[in-house]
């Protein structure tokens, strides 16, 4: 049956209700987490810290702040940032699933205190070097934002009081985590439970986010957006950066109006998968769909879902949506459910009958109505977003953009805007002969924000940033020889060899040949070395790698060793030659050497020769979401590329996260439970911190490691012999 069109609603029910509710209970909410050990930014106490930063740092000495996500929200963990005359730099960024092996954990992160000790200790950090430990919300503001925006659409929102915990947040966890001080304090031996400062969750996205980036010594204005599910204010805050000094202009103060949990809750109830891990696939799986606006017979009724107001403002229809009322329990109205179809509920997500699969659009009629539905998704998404972004540049004249929050994940957005902020709109618009120049961080998620809360802090102090960002790899530690001939001791279904030492340029340049060896002949390889790369994306350090010269790579990787969905691209991971001869790298990404490339958050565009060279790697709207690797960062990985090239013709490998249905490999041993687990794989190199380097496979399995070590050898003794005759004559 049809339902009449109600008329679309884009303010709440009850906005008076809601800021009562707002200015009472950040009072109360701030007296009780003060009883709690937490204070906020603007507290006495906070002043005196950040005084105390700024002394430190103006006698020449060297602070550490420590950035905590303490649970209850997705994507826990601990950072420490170092402080000195020079600068900022980031010593880690420990990320709670990686060690715990729970995906996007909840959980209060003792393992990644367990690990900070540890790298503190190896440093001769001393805990009262930490002039602060922070928090990555402003706790006190979050609680006062959550009862505002029930207020505001009583009594209907009070179904969210009864949703049970969900992958994004978990009540129990936060309860725990607001025993921190105390846990801290015997961790580290204090003699008192320290205070932890809740900094405002998009100020650490900003500050981070703009303070690591090429433009942050830019004399001209520099735009930094948030666009976020939710922070503790809103889920939109905009920023500008003048003189490298970065003030907030606005944020939404809505929980949602919201692109993100938009985003979020459509993948999920559309996708089949629980938020988190919806994201990524409805974006691959769009490209399948009718990306046509003209065309696409469910964009027309979905765009309804926002008000592109004037000066980019972003307004949810809260006559169409229901989540701002349920949530995931009965997020639809039935507008909504006529435009896109009931929503899958969340028992029966990862369902095999209720997952989108692409693989079944020859059996299942209603598979390419699925992928329609996720083009219109994403197109309605980048429609909010460039609407958004073209009002803060007609406000600002500004053509410098660090686009940060969760959605900034979404790399095909972040291309359309590319796209769409060309030279011909900056000379259509502003009458300026220049166009939009963009960045992204590598951890724009809440895996970054704990970072971000010692830089947001640090700027209170008046601290400098410090260099820009060049890589990644700040999850934990290197492995140490030790931990890897143990694992591999207790592994009696593990077989290795040993290679060399990668700490010697010959012998590294030797094993990367081997592992080019290998890949060329079309087996699937691991590597396991350095800390691990914090974010969402393997960038080298945990990765499998693969020829991408075989166009049935990806089903070989997708079906016998990662065992995923078929809608996810594999990506490319090339040197900053091979990128720029097989893929179109924009102009608006050029800065710092292509700097924004280095961590999968663009998608490319395949040049015509692409598609023959290395069509593994094209995705089905003909982009890759490519990682260009430098030799200054990564010398292995690059290594290993160039002796691809030698041997391919091409300097590109396939690159996936060195994972299987769970978190990305941390340790030795996670290491080698994964391996057990992709029957596919042939082997995995791992990189001891001291250099040594050793390939490992599972005895059950039909690895040819051994047969190509031996063909290797004798290919190199017969290279080298050849070489030597050549100088005698």
């Keep these: 049956m049809k339902h009449s069109r109600s008329a679309p609603r884009y303010t709440p029910l009850n906005p008076r209700l809601g800021k009562l509710g707002f200015r009472v209970g950040l009072a109360i909410a701030d007296q009780y987490f003060r009883t709690k050990n937490f204070y906020r930014a603007d507290s006495v106490l906070a002043a005196e810290r950040a005084r105390e930063l700024a002394a430190r740092v103006e006698r020449g000495e060297t602070a550490y702040l420590v950035g905590l996500s303490i649970g209850g929200f997705h994507n826990t963990g601990a950072a420490l940032v170092e402080f000195s005359p020079v600068g900022a730099r980031v010593i880690c960024n420990n990320e709670e699933e990686r060690f715990s092996g729970q995906k996007h954990s909840n959980h209060y992160p003792r393992h990644s205190l367990d690990a900070l000790a540890e790298i503190m200790s190896s440093r001769g950090i001393r805990p009262d070097q930490i002039v602060a430990w922070l928090a990555t919300y402003d706790y006190a503001l979050l609680m006062a934002t959550g009862a505002r925006s029930t207020l505001e659409e009583f009594p209907g929102s009070l179904a969210m009081m009864f949703e049970e915990h969900g992958p994004t947040f978990n009540g129990d966890d936060l309860k725990e985590g607001l ?174 009958d209720a997952v989108l699969r692409v693989e079944d659009i020859q059996h299942h009629p209603n598979t390419q109505e699925r992928l329609d539905k996720a083009a219109a998704v994403q197109m309605v998404f980048e429609d909010a977003l460039i609407h958004l972004i073209d009002g803060l540049i007609r406000e600002t004249g500004s053509d410098r953009l660090v686009l940060t929050g969760g959605a900034a994940l979404n790399a095909v957005a972040n291309m359309r805007i590319l796209d769409h902020f060309d030279a011909a709109y900056y000379e259509r618009v502003l009458r300026r002969s220049t166009r939009l120049h963009l960045w992204v961080p590598p951890v724009p998620g809440d895996s970054g924000v704990t970072i971000g809360a010692a830089y947001a802090f640090a700027a209170l102090a008046g601290v400098g940033a410090g260099p820009g960002l060049d890589h990644a790899f700040y999850c934990g530690r290197a492995p140490k020889k030790c931990e890897i001939l143990e694992a591999l001791k207790d592994a009696d279904d593990v077989a290795w060899v040993e290679l060399g030492d990668a700490a010697q ?225």
């Design 179 to 352: 025993r921190a001080p105390e846990d801290i304090a015997r961790r580290f031996g204090l003699s008192a439970p320290p205070p932890i400062i809740g900094m405002p969750h998009h100020d650490d996205h900003a500050y981070f986010s703009h303070a690591v980036s090429p433009f942050a010594r830019e004399k001209s204005p520099v735009m930094v957006v948030v666009v976020d599910g939710s922070g503790d204010a809103g889920s939109i805050s905009l920023y500008l950066a003048e003189e490298g000094k970065l003030r907030l202009l606005r944020g939404n103060d809505s929980l949602f109006d919201s692109l993100g949990m938009f985003y979020a809750v459509l993948s999920a109830t559309q996708g089949g998968w629980t938020a988190l891990s919806s994201e990524g696939r409805y974006m691959g799986a769009s490209a399948y769909g009718d990306t046509n606006r003209a065309t696409n017979r469910f964009y027309a009724g979905l765009r309804d879902i926002f008000e592109l107001r004037e000066g980019g403002e972003v307004r949810l229809n809260r006559s169409l949506a229901n989540w701002h009322r349920s949530m995931m329990r009965n997020p639809y109205t039935p507008e909504l459910v006529e435009i896109m179809g009931p929503p899958i509920p969340p028992e029966d997500m990862w369902n095999p």
């Design 505 to 729: 340029e010959s012998e590294r340049e030797a094993i990367a040949d081997f592992m080019a060896f290998i890949t060329a002949r079309d087996g699937v390889i691991a590597l396991f070395q350095g800390a691990a790369e914090t974010g969402p994306r393997a960038l080298g350090h945990r990765s499998f790698l693969a020829n991408p010269c075989n166009p049935h790579t990806r089903e070989t990787l997708n079906a016998r060793v990662k065992y995923r969905e078929a809608i996810r691209p594999l990506a490319p991971m090339a040197t900053l030659e091979a990128a720029k001869a097989l893929f179109e790298l924009s102009d608006g990404g050029a800065d710092d050497d292509y700097n924004v490339y280095n961590y999968m958050v663009l998608i490319a565009q395949a040049k015509p020769q692409a598609y023959e060279k290395v069509p593994a790697v094209i995705h089905a709207d003909g982009s890759a979401r490519i990682q260009i690797v430098r030799e200054n960062t990564d010398a292995l990985t690059h290594a290993y590329l160039k002796a691809l090239g030698r041997r391919n013709g091409v300097e590109v490998a396939v690159n996936t996260s060195f994972n299987v249905a769970g978190p990305i490999a941390q340790t030795p041993v996670q290491a080698l439970d994964t391996i057990r687990r992709a029957k596919g794989l042939d082997g995995v190199f791992m990189i001891a911190e001291e250099g040594m380097a050793v390939v490992a496979w599972t005895k059950k399995e039909a690895s040819q490691i051994e047969s190509w070590l031996a063909e290797w050898r004798a290919e190199r003794q017969t290279r080298e012999t050849s070489s030597f005759c050549s100088t005698e004559s």
